[in-house]
């Protein structure tokens, strides 16, 4: 299923690609004038990065790319030359000169003539830039999962609002068409009360490419900064196994499947329950964690969490869905952007009525929205309170699992209660000289 959705998003991009190419230069006439424009510096090139995120605001006539930041100097070349491709005008050849361009993500944030920064990097990468360029007075678009502990959430979430920024959570389900009408029907009451709700997400992991076995050290490759883009993460030796994708099958840097598809679907149950600015009272679960290798997230789970309102949420491995389970029927996407499935063919054409819930979306997308918002001034569909929100569900049910027993929850002071051992895995020590 990940192949699925990476082409799905692909084939996204492609879209929207496709769609600058054929405006030509009709496109480049209706661009607004340059005070007009978001100008937009880059931190993190990797695939999805370029692929999804370059590609889509590429393509946006109100958004100007003026910096590129990454580690690895072949993929910072190779994102400039994308964009000179793209901005070259009236047959002339395509430079780089005019793209500014930086291992280090703190040159992007200090620049003036950046408004906002769109951050792609490993998970572990995302809060320091992000809280740097709010207090730099940029907005921030970052990708999910948002943070790598509770702990880095909260600072995350309180930086944004004492600095009133827009903040966009790059999560794309709340922009797709059968994830909104799923939980816009449930706030309603077309089930009736709410009582469960079930997310799978994808078990074991994938591995992309083929690394060594046995994941031994390596000389880091010349263009690689790997000390920085090791940054706040522990010390530890190069291997490209430990690098680029496959980075998030290690606790270090990331939280496996259970953070990367967990960040979509749970935010997803969380907007369906009404929850997405607090959270459950307990959770509890069991999972596997492969004892030997460099790769240690875990393989298999299933998570109980428990809300004050009486509904249960049970996160498992498995095939990527969702269900909604009332009192008086059920709603479910069985699949990655599957259409919208119900237990009574009635409830899919059931209308909202005028005075009821209406929930945002952007069919635009989280690109989209995110310069709509700067416009604006408006916060998101996903600000950082909930895309903070929404992942702290997949670090306490890492936490729950860890520790092989059920922990109770406060959803408001974000505390396992009268449990001292548990509260000590919300945080970790930062590598020097790296701090929030």
């Given at each position: 299923?990940?192949?699925?959705?990476?082409?799905?998003?692909?084939?996204?991009?492609g879209?929207?690609a496709?769609?600058?190419?054929?405006r030509?230069?009709?496109?480049?006439?209706?661009?607004?004038?340059?005070?007009?424009?978001?100008?937009?510096?880059?931190?993190?090139?990797?695939?999805?990065?370029?692929?999804?995120?370059?590609?889509?605001?590429?393509g946006?006539?109100?958004?100007?790319?003026?910096?590129?930041?990454?580690?690895?100097?072949?993929?910072?070349?190779?994102?400039?030359?994308?964009?000179?491709?793209?901005?070259?005008?009236?047959?002339?050849?395509?430079?780089?000169?005019?793209?500014?361009?930086?291992?280090?993500?703190?040159?992007?944030?200090?620049?003036?003539?950046?408004?906002?920064?769109?951050?792609?990097?490993?998970?572990?990468?995302?809060?320091?830039p992000?809280?740097?360029?709010?207090?730099?007075?940029?907005?921030?678009?970052?990708?999910?999962?948002?943070?790598?502990?509770?702990?880095?959430?909260?600072?995350?979430?309180?930086?944004?609002?004492?600095?009133?920024?827009?903040?966009?959570?790059?999560?794309?389900?709340?922009?797709?068409?059968?994830?909104?009408?799923?939980a816009?029907?449930?706030?309603?009451?077309?089930?009736?009360?709410?009582?469960?709700?079930?997310?799978?997400?994808?078990?074991?992991?994938?591995?992309?490419?083929?690394?060594?076995?046995?994941?031994?050290?390596?000389?880091?490759p010349?263009?690689?900064?790997?000390?920085?883009?090791l940054?706040?993460?522990?010390?530890?030796?190069?291997?490209?196994?430990?690098?680029?994708?496959?980075?998030?099958?290690?606790?270090?840097?990331?939280?496996?499947?259970?953070t990367?598809?967990?960040?979509?679907?749970?935010?997803?149950?969380?907007?369906?329950?009404?929850?997405?600015?607090?959270?459950?009272?307990?959770?509890?679960?069991?999972?596997?964690?492969?004892?030997?290798?460099?790769?240690?997230?875990?393989?298999?789970?299933?998570?109980?969490?428990?809300?004050?309102?009486?509904?249960?949420?049970?996160?498992?491995?498995?095939?990527?869905?969702?269900?909604?389970?009332?009192?008086?029927?059920?709603?479910?996407?069985?699949?990655?952007?599957?259409?919208?499935?119900?237990?009574?063919?009635?409830?899919?054409?059931?209308p909202?009525?005028?005075?009821?819930?209406?929930?945002?979306?952007?069919?635009?997308?989280?690109?989209?929205?995110?310069?709509?918002?700067?416009?604006?001034?408006?916060?998101?569909?996903?600000?950082?309170e909930?895309g903070?929100?929404?992942?702290?569900?997949?670090?306490?049910?890492?936490?729950?699992?860890?520790?092989?027993?059920?922990?109770?929850?406060?959803p408001?002071?974000?505390?396992?209660?009268?449990?001292?051992?548990?509260?000590?895995?919300?945080?970790?020590?930062?590598?020097?000289?790296?701090?929030?």
């Amino acid at each position: 299923m990940r192949l699925n959705r990476r082409r799905f998003l692909c084939d996204l991009a492609g879209a929207a690609a496709g769609v600058t190419l054929l405006r030509g230069a009709s496109a480049a006439a209706a661009r607004p004038p340059a005070s007009g424009r978001v100008a937009l510096g880059f931190i993190g090139l990797g695939d999805h990065g370029v692929g999804v995120n370059l590609a889509t605001f590429l393509g946006q006539p109100d958004a100007q790319i003026v910096a590129l930041c990454d580690v690895d100097a072949g993929r910072l070349q190779g994102a400039a030359e994308r964009v000179a491709k793209q901005y070259a005008q009236g047959g002339a050849p395509a430079s780089t000169a005019g793209i500014f361009t930086t291992p280090d993500w703190r040159e992007v944030v200090a620049r003036d003539d950046v408004d906002a920064v769109v951050i792609s990097t490993p998970d572990h990468w995302h809060v320091l830039p992000a809280v740097a360029a709010a207090r730099a007075g940029k907005d921030v678009f970052c990708e999910k999962p948002l943070t790598l502990t509770v702990c880095e959430g909260r600072i995350l979430s309180d930086t944004m609002r004492r600095y009133a920024r827009v903040f966009q959570t790059a999560s794309e389900n709340r922009s797709m068409a059968s994830f909104h009408r799923a939980a816009e029907l449930v706030r309603n009451g077309r089930i009736g009360r709410l009582l469960r709700i079930r997310t799978e997400l994808p078990g074991g992991r994938g591995i992309a490419g083929t690394p060594g076995a046995n994941h031994a050290p390596e000389p880091v490759p010349p263009g690689f900064d790997f000390d920085m883009w090791l940054g706040q993460a522990p010390e530890a030796y190069y291997t490209p196994a430990r690098c680029h994708f496959n980075f998030r099958w290690i606790l270090d840097y990331s939280g496996g499947m259970l953070t990367d598809w967990g960040a979509h679907l749970n935010d997803i149950a969380q907007w369906g329950n009404d929850s997405e600015l607090s959270g459950p009272i307990s959770v509890e679960g069991r999972g596997y964690f492969p004892p030997d290798g460099l790769y240690n997230t875990a393989t298999q789970w299933e998570i109980t969490y428990e809300y004050a309102n009486g509904v249960t949420l049970v996160c498992a491995s498995g095939t990527p869905s969702i269900r909604f389970e009332g009192t008086d029927g059920w709603l479910e996407v069985s699949d990655w952007g599957a259409p919208l499935r119900a237990s009574n063919a009635d409830l899919l054409a059931a209308p909202i009525l005028p005075g009821e819930i209406r929930l945002r979306t952007n069919r635009g997308r989280e690109q989209r929205e995110f310069l709509d918002c700067i416009h604006s001034r408006r916060p998101t569909y996903a600000p950082a309170e909930i895309g903070h929100r929404s992942i702290t569900l997949s670090h306490i049910g890492n936490i729950a699992m860890f520790l092989g027993r059920k922990l109770r929850w406060d959803p408001a002071a974000e505390r396992f209660a009268g449990d001292d051992q548990a509260n000590r895995l919300l945080s970790r020590t930062m590598r020097a000289p790296w701090v929030l």
